[in-house]
Structures are given as structure tokens and as C-alpha cells.
């Protein structure tokens, strides 16, 4: 199996878990009132530290792919290769504002 096709079956169980803390997060920040805060708030910190790890994963598995490949961005014949890696980078810098946001949110 070669290094992209190794990354896609990696990012998939990455890519529900943050589906799944998403909707926790959604779900906890609608329904504050039915819930109760104390339930909200271990809610939200369960879903934001599912996001850490998943920000984890996918960061572990960019860079393993990154190095896997060591003329990726050098490489014309790699585009797709390089837009998953940069996409997914991208996507870690993402998560990792909205983890800082929410925890942020969640404390002040």
C-alpha cells in the first residue's frame, strides 16, 4: 500500500471522531438549558479534549506522510499528494483555533 493510500485509511477514523465531537459541541452549546450547566460543561470539555485528539492523530498522520515522501513539494508529478498534506495542515490549524476558542469560551 503506498504512503496515500496508507494516510487516506488513517484520516477516516480521524475524520468521525471530529464529526463526532462537532456534534457534541453543537448539541451542548443548543441545549444549555436542558442539560444544566454542570452537564454542559463536562459535555463541552469531553468534546473539546476528543478534538485535541483527533487535532493529534491528524497532525501524526500528515507528518508521517510528509516524511514518508521526501520530494513532495518539490515533485510536480505529486499535486495530489501535496494539496491532501497541505489541506490537511490546514485543516490541524483550524481545529487548533476552534480548540483555543472553545476553551476559551468555556473558562471566561
Known sequence: ???????????KFTCMIISISLILLI?????TNMIGNK????????GIIILCYALFINYRETKNLVNSIPDIFINENLTKVRNNALLSYILCIMLLV????????LFF
Open 27 to 31: 448539541f451542548t452549546s443548543a441545549s
Open 1 to 11: 500500500m503506498g504512503p496515500l493510500q496508507s494516510f487516506s485509511e488513517n484520516t
Open 98 to 105: 476552534f480548540v483555543v476558542y472553545m476553551t476559551y469560551t
Open 39 to 46: 452537564k454542559t460543561l463536562l459535555l463541552k470539555l469531553f
